[in-house]
């Protein structure tokens, strides 16, 4: 399997410019989860989706921020305008329903720089 | 709300050095237990996990042990390698909520 893949690795923008960040989980896996690391605050839930439906957007920081699933092999994370205080690295992780210890499953990662 | 905590790092040893990075946690109930692995420019990595008090998760040397009396799950490993230089995150989640709450995690450097 090609594991998680995201798209672009990487995206220099300047602020007020729309980004839209582009994941294919694993085929097979109902869940699909977007993370955002930075120095400051680590590794931060953002949303999680289950077979498409979105499940926990709380940790979404403001109207900025919107996610989509259309449908079971893409997800797009969108930030319009986006801010400096953006910039971070963004991951995508899925997950199989079945299992019992809820091991997830990481993309690469895309980096965003806001200018 | 549930929450981990690691020791800070970065965390410098010599090659064949013993590793022990802290881990505890708040959380209510029985969650399950991971730690995972940054390694330069990827992704994280799951390293081992444990779903139950007591239980021992291992993995390429590395081990770690659910103490739920002391809300710990410390990771070990007797000899560390050049190529264990990374972010170790320990993490938590529950059966009914399935996304992880993770630590800060912790820069490992190992010098040869």
């Known amino acids: 399997d090609a594991g998680v893949i995201q798209s672009p690795r990487h995206e220099v923008t300047e602020m007020g410019q729309e980004v839209t960040l582009r994941c294919k989980p694993i085929s097979g896996h109902d869940y699909l989860f977007w993370y955002r690391q930075t120095m400051m605050r680590g590794l931060e839930l953002l949303i999680y989706?289950?077979?498409?439906?979105?499940?926990?957007d709380s940790g979404m920081p403001e109207d900025r921020f919107s996610a989509k699933m259309p449908n079971a092999s893409f997800s797009t994370l969108k930030i319009q305008p986006s801010e400096p205080r953006d910039s971070a690295v963004y991951f995508c992780a899925s997950s199989p329903t079945s299992g019992d210890y809820n091991e997830q499953f990481f993309g690469p990662g895309t980096r965003l720089t806001v200018l | 709300g549930d929450s981990v905590t690691q020791m800070e790092g970065p965390v410098t040893l010599s090659e064949e050095a013993f590793l022990t990075i802290n881990c505890t946690y708040t959380?209510?109930?029985?969650?399950?237990l991971f730690w995972y692995v940054q390694y330069p420019g990827e992704g994280l990595q799951l390293l081992l996990k444990a779903t139950k008090a007591d239980d021992k998760g291992s993995n390429k040397g590395f081990e770690a042990t659910y103490r739920k009396e002391t809300t710990s799950f410390h990771l070990e490993k007797g000899s560390v390698q050049v190529s264990d230089s990374a972010v170790y995150f320990c993490a938590l989640s529950h059966t009914g909520r399935r996304a992880l709450t993770f630590g800060s995690g912790t820069r490992l450097q190992v010098q040869p």
């Open positions: 989706f289950n077979n498409n439906v979105p499940i926990d």
């Open positions: 959380a209510t109930g029985y969650p399950s």
